[in-house]
DNA sequence: CATTTTTTTTGACCTACATCAATTTTATTC
DNA sequence: GAATAAAATTGATGTAGGTCAAAAAAAATG
C-alpha cells in the first residue's frame, strides 16, 4: 500500500530507497469505511491524509445548515482541513468516506521532524504546497469567469476519474450551485444529444 | 528598502546576517509606475514579486471582456501569476500598478538555486506556499458560504488597509460581484447608520 | 428480494444579483 | 484650476440560478 506513496513521492525528489523507506515509515495505514469522519468541526486535524484507496469529500456546513463541499479525493491525492492541520487548530471542515477506504496517515510532529532533518524532505512539501496553491489559483479563476453550466463542463473534462464516484449532490456544491439546478444542467446536456 | 524583506523573513526563519544578506542580494528594487503593467497574458512571469512600497492590482478578462481581480497587493505582499511563475509558462493574468509602487523582485533561477542551496530558505519558500494555500483555502469557503454582503463585511474587517487603497470596480470583481451592486451595499449601510 | 433510506429529477415559483443607460462625483492632466 | 477622463451612483428592468414540494429512481439494508 505504500507504493503508491513512494511513487507519488517519487514524481517530485530523488530519494535513495533508504530515504524513501524512512519517509514512508513515519505513515500509518487506516482503514475508513463509508460514510465514516475523519476531521470534525472544533476537533484539531492531526494528520495529512494521503488516499491510497477509495474516496472523500470534505465540506462546511453553513448558517443556514446547507452543506458547501471544499474538496474531493481519491487515489493519490491529498486530504485535510488544511488550515487545522498547519496552524494545529480547530477544524471548520467535515471529512468523510464516500467508499470503504485505506489512509495513509502523517502525524503533524513526525511531518515537522520529518523538513527539520532533511532539505529533501523539505523541497517535497514545498512542492505539494506550490502545487496545490496553484491548482487553488486556477480554481478561483475559473470560478470567477464562467456560469454554473461551463464549471460543470470543466469538471467533467478536468476529473473524469472523479464524476464517476462522488454523488451529485456533493458535486453541485463543489461547483457552487444547487443539486436541483445541476440536474437540470445534466439533463439539458441529455436531450441535447438525442 | 530590503529591511521590510528581511523583518518579512524573520517572521519566518531565523537567519545569521550574512544569510540574511545572501537572500537579500538576489532580490532586484525596481520602480513601477502606477497604471504600468508587470505581468500579461501569454508573456511568462519571470519573478516573484515582493511589494515594498505601492499597491498591485491582478486580474483575468474572461470572453465577454470582463474583468476579474484575482488578487490585491500592499507592502508585505507578494504577487504574480502564481501558476505561470512556478510552472514557467505564458501567463494568464494582467498585473498592474494601482500606485507610484517599488517592488523587489527575485529571479525564477534565481529563487531555484536559493532553495537548493540551503535548506532554510527552502523552509522560507516551504512556508509561504502552505500559508498562502490556507489562505485561498479560507477565501474559497467564504465565498461558497457567503452572500455579496457578507463578502464585503468579511474584506472592510480583514482588510481594513486595502480598503482605501483599491478602486470599488476591482473590489466588485475581487468578491464575485457587480460594480454597481457594491455600490448599492455600501450605499445601503450608509443609510443604515444615519 | 422486499423494504427503507438516500439521491436525483421535475415543475412552479422566487430572489439575489446582473445589465444597461443616464447622471453625478471624483480624479487626472495640461 | 478648467477641461477631460475615470470612477461611482441611481433607477429600471432582466435573468441565472435558488427554493420548496412532490415524485421517481437508485442504493442500502435486513
Known amino acids: 500500500m505504500t507504493n503508491l506513496l513512494t511513487d507519488y513521492v517519487a514524481k517530485f525528489i530523488t530519494l535513495t530507497s533508504e530515504e524513501s523507506e524512512e519517509l514512508v515509515k513515519n505513515f500509518n495505514e487506516v482503514k475508513i469505511k463509508k460514510k465514516q469522519f475523519i476531521t470534525q468541526p472544533n476537533f484539531t486535524s492531526r494528520h495529512r491524509n494521503f488516499v491510497v484507496k477509495g474516496a472523500f469529500r470534505s465540506y462546511v456546513v453553513d448558517d443556514k445548515g446547507q452543506e458547501h463541499t471544499v474538496q474531493f479525493a481519491i487515489e493519490n491525492w491529498w486530504i485535510s482541513d488544511f488550515n487545522s492541520f498547519i496552524y494545529q487548530h480547530p477544524a471548520t471542515l467535515f471529512i468523510v ?74 458535486l453541485a456544491s463543489y461547483l457552487g450551485m444547487s443539486v436541483e439546478f445541476l440536474s437540470r444542467i445534466r439533463n439539458k446536456k441529455a436531450i441535447r444529444k438525442s
Request: proline share 3%; no cysteine.
Open 97 to 170: 468516506a464516500l467508499e470503504d477506504s485505506t489512509l495513509l496517515q502523517l502525524d503533524y510532529e513526525k511531518e515537522q521532524e520529518l523538513k527539520k532533518k532533511s532539505h529533501k524532505f523539505e523541497t517535497f512539501f514545498r512542492i505539494i504546497a506550490e502545487k496545490g496553491l496553484a491548482f487553488e489559483h486556477r480554481r478561483i479563476i475559473f470560478n470567477l469567469t464562467h456560469s454554473a453550466e461551463a464549471r460543470y463542463e470543466n469538471f467533467l473534462l478536468s476529473f473524469p476519474h472523479f464524476v464517476q464516484r462522488v454523488p451529485q449532490y456533493a
